[in-house]
């Protein structure tokens, strides 16, 4: 029993470091790692050398849905229902698994990130809810992520629709794109 509790602790550490190395807020590790509020303070220390950033989360559900963050969404939770699909994988493990592919994936791309790995498990966690809610692009049939009460008949993607402002870069997005599917 002890020995099977050290284990269990051991995995809870690795998982936390990993979210910690990714960035991801305090809150993050208090909603999914089973650990005291004092030792994931001093893990985080530990692992960023530095102390947590203060503060609530202002993250809103419309954050997801708009031009750049929608396609980098899109990415992450497609990677991420993929991972899921992996019987008996924890949430958080799929989480951590997903965010480490949506990295690596950008690497390659040569794309900066734009969805921190806490927006990340907001996506997750609002998808779950289903204030989110994944929808297929009309036109590309690439699966997004849509608010609860947004339209989503003919709806076209960020990616097959893009803003004005986002023109001139049109080609080379379309480009890392590519890249990226
Ligand atoms: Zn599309």
């Given at each position: 029993m002890k020995t099977r509790s050290l284990v269990g602790e051991a995995h809870e550490v690795q998982r936390a470091v990993a979210l910690i190395r990714f960035g991801a807020r305090l809150q993050v590790l208090e909603g999914?790692?089973?650990?005291s509020r004092e030792r994931l303070l001093r893990l985080y220390r530990e692992v960023a050398g530095k102390s947590p950033a203060k503060g609530m989360l202002p993250f809103s559900t419309d954050w997801f849905t708009t031009w750049q963050p929608s396609i980098h969404s899109a990415l992450f939770f497609n990677m991420y229902k993929t991972v899921s699909k992996a019987s008996g994988i924890e949430r958080v493990d799929a989480l951590i698994r997903a965010y480490g592919l949506y990295r690596e994936h950008l690497a390659l791309a040569g794309l900066p990130e734009v969805l921190s790995i806490t927006r990340a498990w907001r996506l997750v966690k609002f998808h779950d809810s289903g204030m989110l809610e994944t929808v297929p692009c009309t036109q590309c049939g690439g699966s997004f992520l849509l608010q609860q009460y947004d339209l989503k008949r003919h709806f076209v993607c960020g990616l097959c629709d893009m803003p004005a402002r986002a023109g001139k870069t049109r080609a080379a997005a379309a480009e890392r794109a590519a890249a990226l599917a």
């Open positions: 999914e790692i089973n650990l």
